[in-house]
């Protein structure tokens, strides 16, 4: 009996063994290859945050996170139109992550340690620098938040920009008067109705909150931040290969940018000499294919959606009636934060 048992066993052993091996191919498929079979990306963005992601009545969609995700399609496929975009309202957006719902996130949730180390997902690089920031009327003739005193200012109750709010002007020895309200939509309204004469967010949600009034150019967001703040696109742990792809998508926009590539000039520079544009472009070198991409992918990447700052003018700039200063966001030869490594 005792024989027959181990025999059983050690059947039962092998039997789970060949099971496992037969799974294991599908199990272990790549992003990439998914994404291929598949024959488009699936993209979480923002429910609707204009100038970010939003919708219009034919159910296109658009935005600087969009144009992210287009980016990454070109990538991968030649084609910025092979995507899906899937909105993610308020803080869904790790779950769908990680059960292949999505294939990558672009949306407004901050880079912390939390959402980098607890939910299986990681942030491949920042695409847009961002923090606390005010808004006020151009009609108050204040240019800098440090300007700001015996103010009313409208601000988000019980978290933490009313702390900073406070630490700023106590730092600043300015006076306030605080209007706190539960949510967003709330600020919106009583700084419209009057009941506030600036308002404290962080800048994307001014922005957003500006583009939506009656007249976005008489109302000015100051330079300045009171916090810090990451956003950029993010992956599931546990696929180098795909982060890879997404973080030189984003680098891809960065370091055109900084040498001139443009998506009107990027034909015109195909006998260029110099050694980074010509890497770019795919002329010089393979640096696809580590990645497992077509040498010519950060060309395409850039005939999609442009470079960096094509893609930030387009969405933030005077056309949109509300332009943004690139502050942060510029190039750190410009004067701002952002840079990436070259392709060499």
């Known amino acids: 009996m ?6 059983l066993l050690s059947a039962a052993a092998g039997l789970a063994c060949v099971l496992t091996l037969a799974v294991a191919p599908a199990a272990a498929q790549s992003t990439l290859q998914t994404v291929r079979d598949r024959g488009f990306l699936i993209c979480g963005a923002t429910s609707q945050l204009p100038g970010f992601a939003q919708q219009d009545a034919e159910g296109r969609w658009s935005g600087f996170d969009v144009d992210l995700c287009r980016g990454i399609a070109a990538a991968v496929f030649g084609d910025p139109n092979l995507i899906e975009f899937r909105p993610l309202r308020g803080d869904s957006r790790f779950a769908p992550l990680q059960t292949g719902a999505v294939d990558v996130l672009t949306r407004n949730g901050p880079w912390t340690e939390r959402r980098d180390t607890l939910y299986g997902a990681s942030y491949v690089g920042t695409a847009f620098f961002d923090g606390q920031a005010f808004m006020v009327p151009s009609s108050l003739g204040v240019v800098s938040a440090f300007e ?5 200012i409208c601000v988000i109750d019980g978290g933490e920009d009313l702390a900073r709010l406070q630490e700023f002007f106590f730092a600043n020895q300015a006076s306030y008067t605080e209007v706190p309200y539960e949510d967003v939509a709330d600020l919106a309204q009583a700084y419209q109705g009057g009941l506030c004469q600036a308002i404290s967010a962080s800048g994307r949600q001014l922005q957003a909150i500006r583009r939506a009034l009656p007249d976005p150019a008489s109302h000015r967001i100051l330079p300045e931040r009171i916090s810090k703040e990451l956003l950029g696109p993010v992956v599931r742990d546990g696929d180098n290969q795909w982060f890879n792809i997404v973080r030189w998508t984003l680098f891809t926009l960065i370091d ?3 040498v ?3 998506a009107l000039n990027i034909e015109s520079l195909s006998a260029a000499r110099t050694p980074a544009v010509r890497r770019i472009l795919g002329v010089e070198g393979d640096f696809g294919a580590p990645l497992g991409l ?9 005939r999609a959606v442009g470079n960096y700052a094509e893609l930030y003018d387009r969405h933030f700039g005077p056309q949109t009636g509300a332009a943004l200063l690139r502050g942060q966001n510029a190039l750190w030869s410009n004067g701002g934060r952002l840079y990436a490594p070259p392709i060499m």
């Open 294 to 302: 077509k040498k010519t992918f950060m060309a395409d990447v850039i």
């Open 2 to 7: 005792t024989r027959f048992i181990a025999r």
């Open 260 to 262: 001139g590539i443009t």
């Open 256 to 258: 055109a940018e900084e």
């Open 148 to 152: 700001l005193d015996d103010i009313s």
